[in-house]
Each structure stands twice: as structure tokens, then as C-alpha cells.
């Protein structure tokens, strides 16, 4: 009887994978062709085209633009994109390039390539060291900013959910909300971890005539791809999340995820740095976006919770987990 319940379960995670496999190609061959139909937002990946937020002598930040790498990765599907910032700032800033690196500059984190927005580099041992300790004892503050399918009824809430593989060898992640809600087993949730974001409201409209909600969202902790699988798991999906949109074929309409690192502040002793790369979420940038009510500014929602973010972070700690959050993939 054990038998057969394990060859069943055995079987089914073999069609999960299956199905997760041809849902990736599925999903690579559509989003093509509605580019290629469309071309209304079609983004042009330049190796010139680097928005630089900050320099110092210590750390280059730059706005990463949407679909470029943060650096490319040794055997990676990703590096089938090419561009990446490491590429961009070899060329244009060859003077900076540290030759006692692998990749020339010491990222300080890292960005999913949908994800727009501040990315830090040290261009010193000295501030790479800095930075990697501010990052690991959570010194530092990110903020994120995102639009998301639906109208987000609160003003403000707190998902606390844990975040694992789905299935062992593939690089999508679930939560236990999720699978149930997409009918798998337990069995393919990977290594689950406790996950902690804070969300709050911006402002409700519409993108592309459809129901929008503009989103604040602050990560606790740091789990790979945290923010995308914590707004698919409440019902309020990512929009033009490839991965976690409102189906398995995801959402590809939309010409890029809106997701987007607004913010990063860095409290280092010797210099303080508060980062900010231009929210691309507005009637200016993108007429499909429709702002209607608004509850308040980005940047009051971010300095009126400053306290709440830090208490958050300790209570989290206090759980004796130290290493939960140090610096992850977003």
C-alpha cells in the first residue's frame, strides 16, 4: 500500500516538472511573438544606456534597467540575455574595472533581471567589505515599488509566508498558499523558509483599462524571488510577471514586469547613502498606467515607516535566525 502512495506521488512530481518545463518554452515563444506584434514598449537593451544614480570614490550605483543582468552567471539560462551591467560598466567606466576581481566590480547585492531599479557596487576592498557587513547585520533598507493586478481592498498588511523551491531542479520558487491554490502536492515545495514582507498601498487605478493597485513594498527578509511569489500567493499578481503572473503561462502582455527597486539606504559611518532611481510607474512614463485614488506619496509611506521596517527586522532576528537576512536575490 506504502508502495503504491509513493509511486503515485513519485509520478505526479514527475508531471509537475513536466508541466513546469513546457509552460517555460511556452511562455518564451509567446512572449516573442506579442513583441514582435505589439512593439509599443519595446525595450531597447544598449550597452551604452547606463543611468548612473550615484559615484563616489568607495561606490557606483546605477537605475539597472528591466531585462539586463546584474552580471553574468557561468552557465546560467539567464546569460542567453546578454547585457548585462557588469558589460555596461567595462565599457564605459573602464578606469573603475578592479583587476583583483572576477567580474571587475564588487556587486554589493543583486537584482532579478525583470526588476528595474538601484543597484549598488563598491569599487574599493575596503567599501566592498563595509557593504557586505551592512548588508548581512540588516542595516539596510530596501524599498520596492510594483503594480499588481486587482484592487488591494487594505491600506496596508503584512504577508508572513515561507518561500521554497518548486520541485528540487527547476528556478521557480512557490509558498504553501500557492500550491494549494495551484492543486500540488506539499511534496513540491523545496526547502521552504520563513518570508516576511510588508506591503502598503500607494494608490488603486488601472493599467491597460484593467484593475491596478500601486504598491509600496518593503522585504524583511530575503528570499529569491520573495516579492513575486508573496503577491501571486495573496491574489494580487505582479503585472507582466513572466513567472508568476495570473496563470501558468504568466502574465506576457505587458511590456516588462513592474517591479522596481526604488530605494536602498546604506548607514554606513563613513558615508551615509540614501539611493533613489525615478519611479517609472507613472501617467508620464507609461499612459497604460492610470493613477485614481491616492493614498500618499512613495517617499511619505517610506519616511513615516522607517521605525516599523527596523522593528520588524529585529522582531524577525529575535527568532535566533540570524543569517535570514543577509543579502538574497529579490
Given at each position: 500500500?506504502?508502495?503504491?502512495?509513493?509511486?503515485?506521488?513519485?509520478?505526479?512530481?514527475?508531471?509537475?516538472?513536466?508541466?513546469?518545463?513546457?509552460?517555460?518554452?511556452?511562455?518564451?515563444?509567446?512572449?516573442?511573438?506579442?513583441?514582435?506584434?505589439?512593439?509599443?514598449?519595446?525595450?531597447?537593451?544598449?550597452?551604452?544606456?547606463l543611468d548612473v544614480v550615484y559615484r563616489s570614490?568607495?561606490?557606483?550605483?546605477?537605475?539597472?534597467?528591466?531585462?539586463?543582468?546584474?552580471?553574468?552567471?557561468?552557465?546560467?539560462?539567464?546569460?542567453?540575455?546578454?547585457?548585462?551591467?557588469?558589460?555596461?560598466?567595462?565599457?564605459?567606466?573602464?578606469?573603475?574595472?578592479?583587476?583583483?576581481?572576477e567580474r571587475g566590480f564588487r556587486f554589493a547585492?543583486?537584482?532579478?533581471?525583470?526588476?528595474?531599479?538601484?543597484?549598488?557596487?563598491?569599487?574599493?576592498?575596503?567599501?566592498?567589505?563595509?557593504?557586505?557587513?551592512?548588508?548581512?547585520?540588516?542595516?539596510?533598507?530596501?524599498?520596492?515599488?510594483?503594480?499588481?493586478?486587482?484592487?488591494?481592498?487594505?491600506?496596508?498588511?503584512?504577508?508572513?509566508?515561507?518561500?521554497?523551491?518548486?520541485?528540487?531542479?527547476?528556478?521557480?520558487?512557490?509558498?504553501?498558499?500557492?500550491?494549494?491554490?495551484?492543486?500540488?502536492?506539499?511534496?513540491?515545495?523545496?526547502?521552504?523558509?520563513?518570508?516576511?514582507?510588508?506591503?502598503?498601498?500607494?494608490?488603486?487605478?488601472?493599467?491597460?483599462?484593467?484593475?491596478?493597485?500601486?504598491?509600496?513594498?518593503?522585504?524583511?527578509?530575503?528570499?529569491?524571488?520573495?516579492?513575486?511569489?508573496?503577491?501571486?500567493?495573496?491574489?494580487?499578481?505582479?503585472?507582466?510577471?513572466?513567472?508568476?503572473?495570473?496563470?501558468?503561462?504568466?502574465?506576457?502582455?505587458?511590456?516588462?514586469?513592474?517591479?522596481?527597486?526604488?530605494?536602498?539606504?546604506?548607514?554606513?559611518?563613513?558615508?551615509?547613502?540614501?539611493?533613489?532611481?525615478?519611479?517609472?510607474?507613472?501617467?508620464?512614463?507609461?499612459?497604460?498606467?492610470?493613477?485614481?485614488?491616492?493614498?500618499?506619496?512613495?517617499?511619505?509611506?517610506?519616511?513615516?515607516?522607517?521605525?516599523?521596517?527596523?522593528?520588524?527586522?529585529?522582531?524577525?532576528?529575535?527568532?535566533?535566525?540570524?543569517?535570514?537576512?543577509?543579502?538574497?536575490?529579490?
Amino acid at each position: 500500500m506504502n508502495f503504491s502512495i509513493a509511486k503515485s506521488a513519485a509520478l505526479q512530481l514527475r508531471l509537475v516538472k513536466l508541466k513546469l518545463r513546457i509552460n517555460y518554452k511556452y511562455k518564451q515563444l509567446r512572449s516573442i511573438l506579442i513583441r514582435l506584434v505589439s512593439g509599443r514598449y519595446f525595450i531597447k537593451m544598449d550597452i551604452n544606456n547606463l543611468d548612473v544614480v550615484y559615484r563616489s570614490n568607495n561606490f557606483i550605483a546605477v537605475n539597472k534597467q528591466p531585462w539586463i543582468l546584474t552580471y553574468n552567471i557561468s552557465g546560467s539560462d539567464e546569460n542567453t540575455q546578454k547585457l548585462s551591467v557588469e558589460d555596461q560598466l567595462r565599457k564605459i567606466y573602464p578606469e573603475l574595472i578592479d583587476r583583483t576581481t572576477e567580474r571587475g566590480f564588487r556587486f554589493a547585492h543583486r537584482l532579478d533581471g525583470p526588476t528595474s531599479g538601484v543597484l549598488l557596487a563598491a569599487l574599493t576592498y575596503n567599501a566592498s567589505t563595509a557593504a557586505n557587513y551592512a548588508f548581512k547585520h540588516r542595516l539596510c533598507s530596501k524599498y520596492y515599488i510594483a503594480l499588481v493586478r486587482g484592487y488591494i481592498p487594505w491600506s496596508s498588511t503584512v504577508i508572513d509566508m515561507d518561500v521554497g523551491q518548486l520541485c528540487e531542479d527547476t528556478n521557480r520558487f512557490t509558498s504553501s498558499e500557492l500550491n494549494l491554490s495551484l492543486g500540488l502536492p506539499p511534496r513540491c515545495m523545496y526547502k521552504p523558509k520563513r518570508a516576511v514582507t510588508m506591503l502598503k498601498v500607494i494608490s488603486r487605478g488601472s493599467y491597460d483599462g484593467r484593475p491596478a493597485t500601486k504598491v509600496l513594498l518593503e522585504p524583511v527578509t530575503g528570499r529569491t524571488h520573495q516579492l513575486r511569489v508573496h503577491m501571486k500567493s495573496i491574489g494580487f499578481p505582479i503585472v507582466g510577471d513572466f513567472t508568476y503572473g495570473e496563470s501558468w503561462a504568466g502574465d506576457v502582455w505587458p511590456y516588462r514586469t513592474m517591479l522596481h527597486a526604488y530605494r536602498l539606504r546604506v548607514p554606513f559611518t563613513d558615508e551615509y547613502l540614501d539611493l533613489r532611481a525615478a519611479d517609472p510607474f507613472t501617467g508620464a512614463t507609461d499612459p497604460l498606467w492610470e493613477a485614481g485614488e491616492q493614498l500618499a506619496t512613495v517617499d511619505e509611506l517610506i519616511d513615516t515607516g522607517v521605525d516599523e521596517l527596523f522593528s520588524a527586522k529585529e522582531q524577525f532576528i529575535s527568532t535566533g535566525n540570524v543569517d535570514d537576512l543577509s543579502h538574497k536575490v529579490w
